[in-house]
T-cell receptor, first 113, second 111 residues
Framework: DAGITQSPRHKVTETGTPVTLRCHQT?????MYWYRQDPGHGLRLIHY???????DKGEVSDGYSVSRSKTEDFLLTLESATSSQTSVYFC????????????FGQGTRLTVV | GENVEQHPSTLSVQEGDSAVIKCTYS??????FPWYKQELGKRPQLIID?????GEKKDQRIAVTLNKTAKHFSLHITETQPEDSAVYFC??????????FGTGTSLTVIP
């Protein structure tokens, strides 16, 4: 498996608090992605990065921000968590130049109460 | 952006029968189509993929077909086994860009 890890794996937080999820890769992939998975919606892209400090929005980016200060780390921040952001979050990496598949991290289950 | 639709949302088959999952996409520039299998509580994992210059690809009991003109692609699983039970996702991508996923098909193989 590609070297990609997410932390934390599980988190419960209160409405209105900030939350940061971390994705760490050891594969030196240029592209990194954050998805959320909800029943009936599949995997929806939140944000993605195509290089250090280069990021762009996905289809469900409202309420989320990202940062990528190093190739290996991609952080997802919920500035003020809401119950609608309760979900399973997956980070993925992909090799842009050859158009290979996305490799997923183990996922983070976030519950906002 | 790209829009990927996937059908059916649920599928039950008897062990040994075939299963077919279909996806359509909207952006004619999409040129890479991976399929993922996700077991309960696990991460999605690639099972097969196809590129736009190929019409069909097969890997043991799994095959994928692509019709670029109609903008649809399908996953075929033959001789299904209970361990094939999972959620399957199709995706479309323009090389090096975003991956757009379908909403998933929950496949149940009945022993």
């Amino acid at each position: 498996d590609a070297g990609i890890t997410q932390s934390p794996r599980h988190k419960v937080t209160e409405t209105g608090t900030p939350v940061t999820l971390r994705c760490h890769q050891t594969e030196n992939h240029r592209y990194m992605y954050w998805y959320r998975q909800d029943p009936g919606h599949g995997l929806r892209l939140i944000h993605y990065s195509y290089g250090v400090k280069d990021t762009d929005k996905g289809e469900v980016s409202d309420g989320y921000s990202v940062s990528r200060s190093k190739t290996e780390d991609f952080l997802l921040t919920l500035e003020s968590a809401t119950s609608s952001q309760t979900s399973v979050y997956f980070c993925a990496i992909g090799q842009a130049t050859s158009g290979t598949e996305a490799f997923f991290g183990q996922g983070t289950r976030l519950t906002v109460v | 952006g790209e829009n990927v639709e996937q059908h059916p949302s649920t599928l039950s088959v008897q062990e040994g029968d075939s299963a077919v999952i279909k996806c359509t996409y909207s952006d004619s520039a999409s040129n890479y189509f991976p399929w993922y299998k996700q077991e309960l509580g696990k991460r999605p994992q690639l099972i097969i993929d196809i590129r736009s210059n190929v019409g069909e690809k097969k890997d043991q009991r799994i095959a994928v077909t692509l019709n670029k003109t109609a903008k649809h692609f399908s996953l075929h699983i033959t001789e299904t086994q209970p361990e094939d039970s999972a959620v399957y996702f199709c995706a479309a991508s323009i090389t090096g860009n975003q991956f757009y996923f379908g909403t998933g098909t929950s496949l149940t193989v009945i022993p």
